[in-house]
């Protein structure tokens, strides 16, 4: 049975009908579509009203705008009319729907807003259907991602991660962002691996593939220069639905290869897997990317947070967007209301606002250490966000300077209703890398790092006897 009917008086109301449908589509609510005029053709609308088991329908009309009217009239069940825009700029539609007589009710929502009929139709439905979603979620965990049972899971992995270092020289405790084994006399081998995540739908979605190639080394080789290695290896895992098509082979290759180029590291190989049965994703297209990264690190290059002492300076790097995190969060926020095709306010359309990928900061971190920077503490700015820094000690890592969050996280916080501390603990604000140095090295390292970009200090390390990361001028603290 179909959940929603999608009625329309004229083929020229097609664009409000495509913001209803594919919000429904976002929601996973299924309907259908028909076109039809109360005043044209009244028997026909009343044959497809009487014939159509869906328990909600949604009227698109303009100008007189009789159709949710007429509608509401032949049924009993939920009507919700959306005017249309035209000579009076839709007014005339939204009063003709508005002022139904008693016993004739519309819902009525605003001039064009195809969104929010589907949004009230979910919730509707949703009053007798646990399967239906309503509005969009406000947390990380709302949108099907709770850190706290990742966390939870993690746990219990770690006992047996830790079990398996018995024998060997593994110099940093498991949790941080990467980690390094002992191959030779003060010489380390680090590993890390990670993937795109749910990135890959918008990539999927838009047919743009090259910018998470980027995300996918950037998201390992940024975690090796956490703690103190040096990247010089990289390998891929490329999982598909089907075959991909020669095109989009060539976006991740070409992405890969220059990501690659950046992080100053050869492609050591990788491996394709057709798995028809496991990935879903969307379209043809369907795939998942990850990756891992290989470092070296001599004994004494080896960064863990140790080094930090209160009245460190702590400098942010500016982000490329969001990124590669919080997507799951993100896609549900936005992509209700929103096409990938619109352009923001600020230029872009907004699949490319989306795609931007993750800055490789392995460029940043030669700098440093070319420039004789002692650096005591780095943070990959990714998942759960600022949380990160906490792995970096028991200090008060209080951030007093933080810069304005691009425009992207505030739509994402707007169209979300998202509080500051969740965006604080979901995504990078704008900044994807801090970098703790000592307090008499600070101006020396932001001029070192700024032909690279945007660098400034944002804060300072106290004494603290937990970890603690404080946000003053959005009011945030992370424990």
């Known amino acids: 049975m179909t959940d929603v009917l999608v009625?329309?008086?004229?083929?020229?109301?097609?664009?409000?009908?495509?913001?209803?449908?594919?919000?429904?589509?976002?929601?996973?609510?299924?309907?259908?579509?028909?076109f039809a005029s109360a005043h044209r053709e009244p028997?026909?609308?009343?044959?497809?009203?009487?014939?159509?088991?869906?328990?909600?329908?949604?009227?698109?009309?303009?100008?007189?705008?009789?159709?949710?009217?007429?509608?509401?009239?032949l049924t009993s069940r939920p009507v919700i009319g959306v005017p249309v825009s035209a000579a009076l700029g839709?007014?005339?539609?939204?009063?003709?729907?508005?002022?139904m007589p008693k016993g004739v009710p519309v819902a009525t929502v605003g001039i064009d807003n195809?969104?929010?009929?589907?949004?009230l139709a979910a919730r509707i439905l949703a009053l007798t259907d646990e399967g239906v979603t309503g509005p969009p979620p406000r947390t990380y965990a709302e949108a099907g991602v709770d850190e706290s049972e990742v966390a939870a899971g993690l746990e219990v992995l770690s006992r047996y991660v830790r079990q398996s270092f018995s024998g060997h020289d593994v110099p940093v405790e498991f949790g941080h962002f990467a980690n390094l084994v002992r191959v030779g006399d003060g010489l380390y081998v680090a590993l890390s691996t990670d993937g795109v995540g749910s990135k890959v739908l918008i990539a999927e979605m838009v047919g743009r593939f090259d910018t998470?190639?980027?995300d996918c080394v950037a998201m390992n080789v940024n975690d090796l220069i956490c703690i103190g290695a040096t990247p010089v290896g990289f390998v891929d895992y490329l999982a598909c639905a089907r075959p991909l098509p020669r095109t989009v082979l060539e976006q991740i290759g070409q992405g890969l290869r220059d990501a690659c180029?950046?992080?100053?590291?050869p492609i050591l190989g990788g491996e394709t897997a057709i798995?028809?049965?496991?990935?879903?994703?969307?379209?043809?297209?369907?795939?998942?990317?990850?990756?891992?990264?290989?470092?070296?690190?001599r004994e004494d290059e080896v960064i863990d947070g140790r080094a930090i002492e209160p009245g460190d300076a702590i400098i942010g790097i500016e982000s490329n967007g969001l990124h590669s995190n919080g997507f799951t969060l993100v896609r549900k926020a936005l992509l209700a209301t929103h096409s990938l095709e619109e352009k923001t306010n600020?230029?872009?359309?907004?699949?490319?606002?989306?795609?931007?990928?993750?800055?490789?900061?392995?460029?940043?971190?030669?700098?440093?250490?070319?420039a004789g920077i002692e650096i005591h503490g780095l943070a990959h700015i990714t998942g759960s966000a600022f949380r990160k820094i906490l792995r970096l000690g028991d200090f008060h890592f209080r951030l007093d300077e933080m810069p304005l969050p691009p425009p992207i996280f505030d739509l994402v916080r707007k169209e979300g209703n998202i509080e500051w501390e969740e965006m604080f603990t979901t995504f990078n604000m704008g900044v994807g890398l801090v970098v703790v140095v000592p307090e008499d090295a600070e101006e020396e390292a932001i001029d070192a790092l700024r032909p690279l970009g945007g660098a400034q200090r944002v804060g300072v390390v106290e004494t603290s006897g937990k970890g603690r990361v404080t946000i003053k001028r959005f009011e945030v603290v992370i424990e």
Do not use: C, M
Request: net charge negative; aromatic share 4%.
């Open 7 to 34: 009625i329309a008086g004229s083929r020229s109301d097609e664009k409000i009908v495509e913001k209803v449908t594919k919000t429904l589509e976002k929601l996973d609510i299924s309907y259908s579509v028909e």
């Open 43 to 73: 028997e026909r609308v009343k044959s497809l009203i009487e014939e159509s088991e869906a328990r909600v329908i949604i009227a698109i009309a303009g100008l007189a705008a009789a159709l949710p009217g007429y509608v509401a009239s």
């Open 90 to 99: 839709g007014l005339d539609a939204l009063l003709s729907i508005a002022q």
């Open 114 to 119: 195809g969104q929010n009929a589907a949004f």
């Open 212 to 214: 998470i190639a980027q």
């Open 261 to 265: 180029r950046t992080a100053g590291v």
């Open 275 to 297: 798995l028809p049965d496991i990935i879903r994703g969307h379209g043809d297209t369907a795939l998942d990317l990850a990756g891992t990264a290989v470092g070296v690190a």
């Open 346 to 370: 600020w230029g872009r359309t907004l699949g490319e606002e989306l795609l931007r990928p993750t800055t490789i900061y392995v460029p940043h971190f030669k700098r440093l250490k070319e």
